[in-house]
């Protein structure tokens, strides 16, 4: 007698549009793309971190104009914008910080594993995320 064969697993494409909704991504893969990102967004504002290195080191008066900056402002610009985008690089540094000492542990170790890996990103993502919230704590005056 013949056994009728078991239905194979399809696999398929993920469509951005109907898909994404509804995926469902690990926690290494929103590290991995978070690394990813982070990295972008520290590029991209690359002047803007020149621009407050320079401001702050240059002289006394640069360094006030840095300061008020960040409380009332620079030209069109609002002050709390710029501690935002100040506090986007915060989280964008520490997040590609730890997550680059993270893969670099799993290199040099060869911790592999699936468990490793789960754990070891969420160990990213709660650190990232916490130290954020205490530099940010900081830079908006609270403490």
């Known amino acids: 007698m013949t056994e009728i064969a078991k239905p194979r697993p399809e696999f398929r494409n993920i469509n951005a549009i109907t898909d994404l909704t ?3 991504l690990p926690p290494a893969g929103w590290v991995s793309i978070l690394h990813r990102a982070s990295g972008l967004l520290m590029f991209v ?4 971190i020149i621009w407050m290195f320079d401001a702050s080191i240059s002289s006394e008066i640069s360094f006030s104009k840095f300061k008020a900056a960040f409380n009332s402002g620079l030209g069109f610009v609002p002050g709390w914008f710029i501690k935002l985008v100040a506090l986007a690089l915060i989280w964008a540094y520490l997040h590609h910080f730890i997550a680059g000492v993270r893969h670099l542990w799993m290199d040099a170790t060869h911790s592999v594993s699936k468990e490793f890996g789960r754990t070891s990103a969420l160990v990213t993502l ?3 995320i916490g130290l954020t919230v205490i530099l940010g704590a900081k830079l908006f005056g609270l403490y």
Not at 45 to 48: I, R, T
């Open 22 to 24: 509804t995926y469902r």
């Open 45 to 48: 504002l690359l002047p803007f």
């Open 126 to 128: 709660v650190l990232g």
